[in-house]
């Protein structure tokens, strides 16, 4: 992709990555991701915002080709598919400095093996005149790692926001086209991993809120130039009120755990809960964080595998707890043979859930009516908590 002009002298530069399909050997990434970067020119000096992932550093590469002299790159976050191509820049041009948040400095020392004397941090509300244009840096810590900030261009009314309000999206549009298929991308990357960190985010939120902006430009995915679109998606993401939804991750082996789970999901829709169902032999764990987002109540749903829950029941806890969502009632449904002990490693699986433990359901063996009832009782207390959010 060749560089692409936003407004006078400031430019989008960078990849799509239309292949890419996991992100961190962890995220699956559906629709592919870019990784965006910004040049912004003054009458005096130019400033690259953020670089590229290092497997893509060529197409960067030649954009710059146009770009005969860079006095400053500013680094918004140190992971690595923003400043993975940082000392490339750096060596193509050996008078430019790194600009970024103190924290930031020693990461990037740490992890790119950069000289610190071409590093220089700016604090919180700090400016830079490039003549003409005006970058102010704000700090937006945990976005997701404690480093990372956002520029301000004050002439252009822009945001460069870098991971905040990104999305995982291979696109050839330069502003959102398609909201609906942008704000699930969005809320996909919001969920996988901005969510534990929803209550600073929102004071993040009222910071950026506080200035007068024109266009977010993210550092994945489409900018934004109708704001207010993203920025109330992530008021709502990350305020504290639930939907009446509930999540159900289940696995089964030889048929019990899916029959109870089957007559649990009729259970709930008949009280009308919105049940968002997850059979984790077969999920996308992306889908699974985005139904956690806005969930009251997570229920898990196991067979019993020596004396245990099933293996992947500890991936998808270890995942729903270090995600931390705003959940507020938890649940067990399952079936043993002859012993078990499910519930209690489940519940110390997800410590980090400020949850209200709801009555569980084990069967031994195959379900059968009492066990139904069970599963109509616990529905009629979920749908009962749910009226109350
Ligand atoms: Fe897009 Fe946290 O890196």
Redesign the pocket.
Known sequence: MKTRTIRPNVHWLGAVDWDRRLFDSLIPLPDGTSYNAYLVAGSEKTALLDTVDPPMWEVLERQLREVPRLDYLVAH?A?Q??SGSIPRVLEKYPDAVVICSTKAKSMLVDLLCIPEARVRTVADGETLSLGGKTLEFIYTPWV??PETMVTYLREDRMLFSC?FF?SHLATTDLYVTDEGRVYEAAKRYYAE?MMPFRTIIRKNLDKVEAKQIDVIAP??GPMYNRPAFIIDAYRDWTGEKCKNELVLVYISMHGSVRTMVEYFVSALAERRVTVHLFNLAVTDIGKLAIALVDAATLVVGTPTVHVGPHPLIFHATALANALRPKVKYASVIGSYGWSTKAIETIAGLIPSLKVEILPTVLCKGFPRETDFAALDALAGVVAEKHAAL
């Open positions: 976050h992971e598919d923003h997701h790692w991971d990104g991993i550092s994945h």
